[in-house]
């Protein structure tokens, strides 16, 4: 697989959307506040990628490695991550409302305080995982159950 330059990457990221990336390989790239949202990244190779602050949104990551990859605060609302591997990967902060996170490896992932509302985690590896602080309401867990938030009290909110 070739490299490519920084201005090929610019000039790509800088097209009109949705971006096929498809197996493109992003591993151990900066891409700081990088626009990849609505783009198609299955199976691409975004491991021990700095994604800061990317907007991921509606992004399709079906199979996409990324693991160790950092995406502190990141936007990957309604994205597709079924069967992606995100181990030990920083998802510190990270908006992941109504994500597709079914049978992803989460194994050693930080999540803490992440915001996994209505996110379907069916099935997902959460061994290791840290979700201090982690927001999981009306989330689908991995055992199929549905995650209901309660009130101090024991009050179903």
Same mark, same amino acid.
């Given at each position: 697989?070739?490299?490519?330059? &920084?201005?090929?990457? +610019? ?20 891409? +700081? ?8 990244? !299955?199976?691409? !190779? ?23 990859? &950092? ?5 990957? @609302?309604?994205? &597709?991550?079924? @069967?992606? !591997? ?13 994500? &597709? ?22 099935? /997902?590896?959460?061994?290791? /995982? !840290? ?15 549905? +995650?209901? /938030? ?5 009050? @179903?909110?």
């Amino acid at each position: 697989m070739s490299t490519l330059t &920084n201005f090929q990457i +610019y000039d790509l990221l800088n097209r009109p959307r949705p971006l096929w990336l498809v197996k493109i390989d992003f591993s151990e790239l900066t891409l +700081y506040w990088a626009d990849l949202s609505n783009c198609m990244l !299955n199976l691409a !190779n975004l491991s021990r990628a700095d994604l800061n602050w990317a907007n991921l949104a509606n992004a399709d990551l079906r199979g996409a490695d990324l693991s160790m990859a &950092n995406l502190f605060e990141a936007h990957l @609302e309604r994205a &597709n991550l079924n @069967e992606a !591997n995100l181990s030990r990967a920083n998802l510190t902060r990270a908006d992941l409302v109504a994500a &597709n996170l079914s049978h992803a490896d989460l194994s050693g992932a930080d999540l803490q305080f992440a915001d996994l509302s209505e996110a379907n985690l069916n099935g /997902a590896n959460l061994s290791d /995982a !840290n979700l201090e602080g982690a927001v999981l309401t009306n989330a689908i867990m991995p055992d199929g159950s549905q +995650y209901l /938030a309660t009130k101090a009290g024991g009050e @179903e909110a």
